[in-house]
């Protein structure tokens, strides 16, 4: 199952593709996704931009703020006489421009009257600089419509990244095992984590995987206090977390 509810039909052997079979699921991927943004603050600017560059079918932009003096230092997309305009209006026009075989579209809504069919149509959600509430609703409501979905926020020099591509279709390449060496030669045991150099054109065995994600409000309130919790949080949370969450 993919994000969306596409995916190419591809041949494979014991669950394995080839490199050119991988690289023509990538592409199949790529060019029949469709994303929605909601947000054109600074970091919602930069994802658009990388969006765009990488080719997607459509992407669809949202936003209710209007033009502040603060855009316009921070979104690239502004010109300095928009001011007082729609963010995602007055954007429109970079946007296209960044490339011309995406097909770029206006929701003339937000988040609070956008509704499930609507969004079944994407492929990708992306929420930049919501509020907490609303990203929590809309990422039990992408789960369960199977779409894509990112979340993130950027406060001064602070910000976070939430992703939530729950039983997408991933491809990774197959891990190598290599055969350890003892006195008299190879002597049968296999360590896949040894390390060698990599020859990248030769890696041309690939495998599905699907993975499981917690959602936003699992992952933004996990209790550290339990005492199995409490080593593994001197070395997995950051020194932002806390103050991120109190924001």
């Known amino acids: 199952m993919s994000i969306g509810g596409h995916e190419p039909t591809l041949t494979c052997t014991e669950g394995h593709l080839s490199k050119a079979e991988a690289e023509r699921f990538e592409l199949f991927m790529l060019h029949s996704a469709s994303g929605l943004l909601c947000g054109l603050s600074g970091v919602g600017a930069e994802i658009v931009k990388n969006l765009m560059l990488c080719g997607l079918r459509s992407l669809t932009l949202m936003d209710k703020e209007l033009v502040s003096k ?23 026009e970079k946007v296209q421009a960044l490339n011309p075989m995406v097909r770029v579209e206006l929701a003339e809504f937000d988040l609070k009257s956008m509704d499930l069919d609507f969004v079944s149509r994407f ?67 296999s360590y896949p984590n040894v390390l060698e150099a990599v020859d990248i054109d030769s890696e041309d065995n690939f495998e599905k995987k699907v993975l499981q994600y917690p959602c936003f409000n699992d992952a933004f309130n996990v209790d550290w206090s339990k005492k199995q919790l409490i080593r593994k949080s001197r070395r997995l949370i950051p020194s932002s977390y806390f103050p991120l969450k109190g924001m």
Request: with cysteine; charged share 20%.
């Open 70 to 92: 603060d855009d316009i230092d921070s979104n690239f997309l502004l010109e300095s006489g928009s001011i007082g305009q729609n963010r995602a209006k007055a954007s429109y």
């Open 123 to 189: 492929t990708l959600v992306v929420l930049c600089d919501q509020l907490y509430d609303d990203i929590v609703l809309w990422n039990e409501r992408c789960r369960k419509l199977n779409v894509g979905f990112i979340a993130c926020g950027v406060f001064g020099w602070m910000g976070y990244s939430f992703y939530d591509f729950n039983n997408h279709l991933f491809l990774s390449a197959v891990e190598k095992k290599q055969e350890a060496m003892g006195e008299e030669g190879a002597i049968g045991i």
